[in-house]
């Protein structure tokens, strides 16, 4: 049996972990004294990665249309960017502002345990994603026909997806409301 909290099958936070998020709706984020550059970079960051995400998506759509004879290289380029970046955005959070977020408020160390399960969770389907594409070039470079991989790395990069938006948003239900709470705490 799943977990309710794992990453696949979670609909979002409980309603124990969203205290801060009733509290400071996401309409008003960007208005409140302690919404930074900082958070803004970061949320910025969690854009890039979905848009990277459906980049992918839409691009292997395409190539399955036959639509998108530079498939393999523009593969290649934005899966290399989206899974190092995304990777290297999570041990920064986990090595650094995870920790300091946590003993500002005890109450929401089960949701910083839930996102570093996350984390791991996300790392299986960053292999997964790689091992797809990778897949799908070798084909191509063999100047083989790609479609099945094609249609196997749609589904990963579909799956992904899910995944990265549902983790992407309970993240920032958690971190943005406890930077905003406590936001002169971090300074």
Do not use: C
């Not at 990453?7 to 124990?16: E, M």
């Not at 986990?94 to 003993?103: A, E, S, V």
């Amino acid at each position: 049996m799943t977990d309710s909290l794992d990453l696949d099958a979670r609909k979002g936070l409980p309603d124990h972990l969203r205290v801060l998020a009733d509290l400071y709706p996401r309409a008003d984020w960007r208005g409140h004294a302690n919404f930074s550059d900082l958070t803004a970079f970061w949320l910025e960051r969690h854009g890039m990665f979905r848009q990277l995400n459906d980049l992918l998506v839409e691009g292997t759509e395409k190539r399955l249309d036959g639509a998108n004879p530079r498939f393999g290289r523009e593969m290649q380029h934005y899966t290399s960017i989206f899974l190092n970046q995304l990777h290297g955005h999570h041990q920064i959070e986990d090595n650094h502002y995870f920790p300091q977020f946590i003993p500002l408020d005890r109450r929401l160390e089960q949701g910083f345990e839930i996102l570093d399960r996350d984390h791991h969770a996300l790392d299986g389907h960053i292999h997964a994603l790689a091992e797809a594409t990778n897949a799908v070039l070798q084909r191509i470079a063999a100047g083989e026909d790609d479609e099945a991989e094609a249609r196997r790395l749609l589904e990963a990069q579909t799956a992904f997806r899910r995944f990265l938006h549902r983790h992407l948003e309970d993240e920032e239900d958690l971190v943005v409301p406890v930077i905003l709470e406590y936001g002169a705490a971090l300074e």
